[in-house]
Structure formats: structure tokens, C-alpha cells
T-cell receptor, first 115, second 112 residues
């Protein structure tokens, strides 16, 4: 069982909806990540938070808005999405200090379908 | 942005055979990692090799790293049907949080 919990597991939304994906970890990790994965493709990095601050944004469209309210939680707010945004959204966490190795712990993902 | 390429893209072998997957990358790295993903599930970390290491073993897994060629290989020995999955290499740079980028992946199918 993964120690990173993502909810919901499945989400169907229309292009005008506003929804959120949630991620929680209790491993004391101070880095958290959002990845997007299309079918038969590798995960693509979207955002990295380090010590609750956004440290990497891989030029993600503004219709995706991340939020890290505390060291255990990571949200991804979704608004005005397009059908091509349908994908598996993966959350991960890792240690964040300078001597950390960066091993990522993934959740099971939230499968998003945009109609 | 995708860091590296993997080959083969797909590999089908019989149970008991060895499986070798290769990965190439483009930029400087702190370490290289291999992950496994069962269909539609999250990724699971398998093994990590640091940039100053050349070879590492973990159970039936053997990883090599050649930083001069910017390449790595993953060997799974005595494969089992349960090893059927997608395998991804990933390179990391510590930029305040790790910028971890995944290669294209190899889909392994082990026939019982």
C-alpha cells in the first residue's frame, strides 16, 4: 500500500466545472510533486513544492493551480479544462534536504476525464 | 520535457529469462532511478544509483550507470509473470525539491 493518498480516484468534469485533486502524505517529506501521465507515456512533471513553497512550475497552463496548505497536503485546483487534459494525475513526495536522494513515493493517481 | 530515451520500447520474454532495459539521458544528474508501474497504477521506486557509482544490485535487479555515455541499464534476472509492468528510468537534479524527469519507459511482458 502506498503512503501517499490521492482523492478522488476517478473524476469526470465538464469544461466549465471547477474541481480539485487532493494528495496527502504523513512521511514527513517536505517536497511534493504533481505529475501528469497520458496513456502509454511517461509521467510529465508539472509542479514541485519544497518546504511548502512552489519551486518548479514546468510552464503549466494557468487552468491548473497548485496549492500546498501545509507540509502534508497538496492540492491541484482545476478550472476550465480541455478534453486533452484528460489523464492520470500523480502526486508524489520525497525528502527535500540537500543530502536527500530524491526517491519519489507516488500515490495511486487520480484519473481525470474532461468532457 | 522528457529527459531520456529507453529501449526497447517493449519486451516480451518467457518466465525464467533475464530482461535488460536501457536508458539514455541528456543532462548532468545527481542520481538515476528506476521505477515500475503496473497498468494504470502509481509508480513504485525500485533502485537508485548515484552519479559516482557504476553498478548496484538489489535482489534480482542489477543497475549500471555510465556517466561518460549518459546511459544506464536495468537487468531483471530470472523474470516472473508478476514482473509484467512498465519500467521507467528517471534522472534527478536537486534544485530545491528534486526535478525528476522520466524516460519513455519499457513495457515488459513476461509469459508464464
Amino acid at each position: 500500500d502506498t503512503e501517499v493518498t490521492q482523492t478522488p480516484k476517478h473524476l469526470v468534469m465538464g469544461m466549465t466545472n471547477k474541481k480539485s485533486l487532493k494528495c496527502e502524505q504523513h512521511m514527513g517529506h517536505r517536497a511534493m510533486y504533481w505529475y501528469k501521465q497520458k496513456a502509454k507515456k511517461p509521467p510529465e512533471l508539472m509542479f514541485v513544492y519544497s518546504y511548502e513553497k512552489l519551486s518548479i512550475n514546468e510552464s503549466v497552463p494557468s487552468r491548473f493551480s497548485p496549492e500546498c496548505p501545509n507540509s502534508s497536503l497538496l492540492n491541484l485546483h482545476l478550472h476550465a479544462l480541455q478534453p486533452e487534459d484528460s489523464a492520470l494525475y500523480l502526486c508524489a513526495s520525497s525528502q527535500a534536504n540537500l543530502v536527500a536522494t530524491g526517491e519519489l513515493f507516488f500515490g495511486e493517481g487520480s484519473r481525470l476525464t474532461v468532457l | 520535457s522528457q529527459q531520456g530515451e529507453e529501449d526497447p520500447q517493449a519486451l516480451s520474454i518467457q518466465e525464467g529469462e533475464n530482461a535488460t532495459m536501457n536508458c539514455s539521458y541528456k543532462t548532468s544528474i545527481n542520481n538515476l532511478q528506476w521505477y515500475r508501474q503496473n497498468s494504470g497504477r502509481g509508480l513504485v521506486h525500485l533502485i537508485l544509483i548515484r552519479s559516482n557509482e557504476r553498478e548496484k544490485h538489489s535482489g534480482r535487479l542489477r543497475v549500471t550507470l555510465d556517466t561518460s555515455k549518459k546511459s544506464s541499464s536495468l537487468l531483471i534476472t530470472a523474470s516472473r509473470a508478476a514482473d509484467t509492468a512498465s519500467y521507467f528510468c528517471a534522472t534527478s537534479r536537486n534544485t530545491g525539491g528534486f526535478k525528476t524527469i522520466f524516460g519513455a519507459g519499457t513495457r515488459l511482458f513476461v509469459k508464464a
